[in-house]
Structure formats: structure tokens, C-alpha cells
């Protein structure tokens, strides 16, 4: 068996630089994508790329677009009034935008998870079986296997499990957005799209919050609006930073968050992640 020389492998590590070593596939990709309401001009030719089965955190002041970016990555832009949409989006090889593209299935495969939580006026039950149902699984077998799989993967199985047919709306606003997040699930999505999933929690629920969407890492690709800057660089793998200029929200960085937090390149985002006004 063959063993590399001391040479070998200074010549091995040499080539293995950061922007050498294979990067993830794109999960998602944006191509010189613009978004306005009405007249207004809110995202300005946003090119970025999400990589697959990471955490990638959106980060930026207030009014830059971050949320509305989101929308566009599952086309909830197509119920909002006057907002008009250019560029593109892929899902992986998937023009989203193309006028023959099915939202239903769309959306089934890149979920959203809303700022406050809001589960439907049922019963913790019923909120996971609702979908599936809309979905045609009817089965009640395949249904309570679902129901117990995705409460346990956001971990309130073992909280809820002797209440399953109480009102959600009994929960606590941390429990009340595990089970949003676990009625998502069930539905099988590749992409979740959150949009500050914590900033209505208390900071123990935060914490929770937080456990969770980290162990998400690998098996879905996460897309998390957050004005936490403590919050991005404790989950995400990725972050794009977006700002206002000239108006237009427009992104001004991307990279890891090691890049982005300790060696940013654009020096409006090294001020930010300082805590400096810019």
C-alpha cells in the first residue's frame, strides 16, 4: 500500500486553500434578481448563492429586504399586491419563476416558517394531519406515524404526547413554534425558510428555537432571516449580508460566517458585525 512522502503532503495541503476545497452544491441560486411594490424598488439585482443542506443566515438593518428576499425563494411574492418580480430563482435546476412551474408542489418543497408563530385553531394533532390530508394521505396509521416522527424531530414529542388532542393554541409561544415548524416537516420539504423564528420568543424558547434548527444541518437547507448577530453566527454555516443603498436593498457580502464575521471584505460589513454605526 502506497503512503504519501512529507513533500506529498505539504504539496496536498498547499492546494486545499478555502477557495480550493470543494464547496457544497447550490441548493438554491438568485440570477440579478429585483423586487418592487409598485413604484418603489426594494431588492436591486441580487445574485447569491444558498448552499445545499446548510445553514445560511440573512443578515442587515431593518427595511433592506431581507424578508421580502425570502418570499421570493417560494414565490409568496405571487400574493402580494403590486409586487413585481425579475431575474430568477432555481431550485436546483428548477426555474421557479417559469410560468409552467406548479407553486402547490413548489411550496410542499420549500416551506416557510412565519416571525410569529401561528398554528391553526385545532388540536396539536390535527395541525400536523391538516396538510397531509390537503396532500391525500389519508391513511390514519401512516398519519400518526408522521404526527409522532415530526414532534419528535423538533423535540416536543415527549411534551405533548399525552395531550395530542388539546387546542395548539394552549402551548407556549416556543412550543407553539416547534409545532409549526414540525407541520412543515411533515410535508417532506428539502428547504425551510424562516423568517426571525425567534424574535417573538422568550429567550429560554429562543434557545430551543435555535437547538433545533441546528440539528436540522444536513438533512434540509435552512434559510434564516435574523437581526441576531449572535444568533447568525451560533447557527449558520453561510451568511449574505444585505444593505440599503441608494435606496434599493441589495446584497454587499457572502460568505462563511467565519469570512463574513472575522475577515469581512466590504468595510459597511465590517462595521456592522462590530456593532459600529455605518
Same mark, same amino acid.
Given at each position: 500500500?502506497?503512503?504519501?512522502?512529507?513533500?506529498?503532503? *505539504?504539496?496536498?495541503?498547499?492546494?486545499?486553500?478555502?477557495?480550493?476545497?470543494?464547496?457544497?452544491?447550490?441548493?438554491?441560486?438568485?440570477?440579478?434578481?429585483?423586487?418592487?411594490?409598485?413604484?418603489?424598488?426594494? *431588492?436591486?439585482?441580487?445574485?447569491?448563492?444558498?448552499?445545499?443542506?446548510?445553514?445560511?443566515?440573512?443578515?442587515?438593518?431593518?427595511?433592506?429586504?431581507?424578508?421580502?428576499?425570502?418570499?421570493?425563494?417560494?414565490?409568496?411574492?405571487? %400574493?402580494?399586491?403590486?409586487?413585481?418580480? +425579475?431575474?430568477?430563482?432555481?431550485?436546483?435546476?428548477? $426555474?421557479?419563476? @417559469?410560468?409552467?412551474?406548479?407553486?402547490?408542489?413548489?411550496?410542499?418543497?420549500?416551506?416557510?416558517?412565519?416571525?410569529?408563530?401561528?398554528?391553526?385553531?385545532?388540536?396539536?394533532?390535527?395541525?400536523?394531519?391538516?396538510?397531509?390530508?390537503?396532500?391525500?394521505?389519508?391513511?390514519?396509521?401512516?398519519?400518526?406515524?408522521? =404526527?409522532?416522527?415530526? *414532534?419528535?424531530?423538533?423535540?416536543? /414529542? $415527549?411534551?405533548?404526547? $399525552?395531550?395530542?388532542?388539546? +387546542?395548539? %393554541?394552549?402551548? +407556549?409561544?416556543?412550543?407553539?413554534?416547534?409545532?409549526?415548524?414540525?407541520?412543515?416537516?411533515?410535508?417532506?420539504?428539502? =428547504?425551510?425558510?424562516?423568517?426571525?423564528?425567534?424574535?417573538?420568543?422568550?429567550?429560554? +424558547?429562543?434557545?430551543?428555537?435555535?437547538?433545533?434548527?441546528?440539528? %436540522?444541518?444536513?438533512?434540509?437547507? =435552512?434559510?434564516?432571516?435574523? @437581526?441576531?448577530?449572535?444568533?447568525? !453566527?451560533?447557527?449558520?454555516?453561510?451568511?449574505?449580508?444585505? /444593505?440599503?443603498?441608494?435606496?434599493?436593498?441589495?446584497?454587499?457580502?457572502?460568505?462563511?460566517?467565519?469570512? =463574513?464575521?472575522?475577515?469581512?471584505?466590504?468595510?459597511?460589513?465590517?462595521?456592522?458585525?462590530?456593532? @459600529? !454605526?455605518?
Amino acid at each position: 500500500m502506497p503512503f504519501s512522502t512529507p513533500e506529498q503532503d *505539504l504539496i496536498l495541503e498547499a492546494s486545499l486553500t478555502p477557495s480550493t476545497i470543494p464547496s457544497p452544491p447550490d441548493c438554491l441560486f438568485t440570477q440579478q434578481l429585483s423586487l418592487s411594490y409598485g413604484k418603489k424598488t426594494t *431588492l436591486k439585482e441580487i445574485t447569491f448563492s444558498i448552499p445545499k443542506g446548510g445553514i445560511t443566515a440573512l443578515i442587515g438593518p431593518s427595511g433592506c429586504g431581507k424578508t421580502s428576499f425570502l418570499y421570493c425563494l417560494n414565490r409568496l411574492t405571487d %400574493l402580494i399586491p403590486n409586487c413585481q418580480v +425579475s431575474g430568477k430563482v432555481y431550485l436546483e435546476d428548477l $426555474d421557479i419563476f @417559469h410560468p409552467n412551474t406548479d407553486t402547490i408542489a413548489l411550496r410542499r418543497r420549500v416551506g416557510m416558517i412565519l416571525q410569529k408563530p401561528n398554528p391553526f385553531p385545532f388540536s396539536i394533532w390535527r395541525n400536523i394531519a391538516f396538510p397531509l390530508k390537503e396532500h391525500g394521505i389519508k391513511d390514519r396509521q401512516q398519519i400518526d406515524a408522521v =404526527v409522532q416522527q415530526v *414532534l419528535s424531530d423538533v423535540h416536543l /414529542w $415527549d411534551e405533548v404526547k $399525552d395531550r395530542l388532542h388539546t +387546542s395548539a %393554541l394552549k402551548l +407556549s409561544g416556543g412550543q407553539k413554534q416547534r409545532l409549526c415548524i414540525a407541520r412543515t416537516l411533515a410535508l417532506r420539504p428539502e =428547504v425551510l425558510l424562516m423568517d426571525e423564528p425567534c424574535s417573538a420568543l422568550d429567550p429560554i +424558547s429562543s434557545g430551543a428555537v435555535e437547538d433545533l434548527i441546528t440539528s %436540522l444541518r444536513g438533512k434540509y437547507t =435552512v434559510v434564516i432571516v435574523t @437581526h441576531n448577530l449572535a444568533q447568525a !453566527r451560533r447557527v449558520a454555516d453561510y451568511v449574505g449580508v444585505f /444593505w440599503v443603498d441608494e435606496d434599493q436593498g441589495r446584497l454587499i457580502e457572502a460568505g462563511s460566517v467565519q469570512q =463574513v464575521f472575522e475577515n469581512p471584505q466590504n468595510p459597511v460589513t465590517a462595521a456592522y458585525v462590530k456593532g @459600529h !454605526r455605518c
